[in-house]
Structure formats: structure tokens, C-alpha cells
Nanobody, 125 residues
Framework: QVQLVESGGGLVQAGASLRLSCAASGRTISSYDMGWFRQAPGKERMFVATITRSGYTYYADSVKGRFVISRDNAKNTVYLQMNSLKSEDTAIYYC???????????????????WGQGTQVTVSS
């Protein structure tokens, strides 16, 4: 079992930056592929970014060039650096852990077995 706890959310103005953290416990994240998703009010949970065990990263088109996902296996933590925030980035952000296979890929929610409780990010325009 892996427990995931997100932090770093908050209320910021458009154009600002935030860094989200996802601290894992129970097992080391070096054994897992990690991802960030977000869910805006009234909408489904959507893929944001993923980083594999080998360090390969992949982003949703909507955040490419603005967000950066990274991992520190020694600290058992995954990060999401969010720059040039827009009002449409407002959502609850969730961290997730899974093991990818040929049929379980980064952007799919069902590729992940463990989820955090989420952290709220609100961007005012």
C-alpha cells in the first residue's frame, strides 16, 4: 500500500507560480510511475502530467511548457511546478501512483492504483 498526501495548493493570481508536493509513505515511490490529475467543479478528473520510474515525463497539451513534474526518490516525493497559472487551472489537484504496462499508460486514470486526497488550487483572474 502507498499513501499519498498532496500539499502546496492555495489561492493565487493569474500569472503566478505554485509548487505542489506529493509525499508518499508505506512504500518507496521508486517502484512506481507517478502522475498528477486535476478536477474542476462539475467536470471529470483530467490528466495533467506523468513521470515514469525511469524519469520520462509527459504532459497534457493544456499545461505543456508551463508545468514541470519531477520526482525525488530519496525524499519519496513527487512535485508539480506550475508557472504562468491561468484561471482555467483552478481545480483540485490529485497525485497518483501506479505501474505502467503496455495497456496501462500515463494519461489513463485506470493506470493508477493509489490516489491522494487532493489539494485545492484557485487562480483568480
Amino acid at each position: 500500500q502507498v499513501q499519498l498526501v498532496e500539499s502546496g495548493g492555495g489561492l493565487v493570481q493569474a500569472g503566478a507560480s505554485l509548487r505542489l508536493s506529493c509525499a508518499a509513505s508505506g512504500r518507496t515511490i521508486s517502484s512506481y510511475d507517478m502522475g498528477w490529475f486535476r478536477q474542476a467543479p462539475g467536470k471529470e478528473r483530467m490528466f495533467v502530467a506523468t513521470i515514469t520510474r525511469s524519469g520520462y515525463t509527459y504532459y497534457a497539451d493544456s499545461v505543456k511548457g508551463r508545468f514541470v513534474i519531477s520526482r525525488d526518490n530519496a525524499k519519496n516525493t513527487v512535485y508539480l511546478q506550475m508557472n504562468s497559472l491561468k484561471s482555467e487551472d483552478t481545480a483540485i489537484y490529485y497525485c497518483a501512483a501506479g505501474i505502467f504496462t503496455s495497456s496501462r499508460r500515463g494519461p489513463r486514470k485506470d493506470s493508477y492504483d493509489y490516489w491522494g486526497q487532493g489539494t485545492q488550487v484557485t487562480v483568480s483572474s
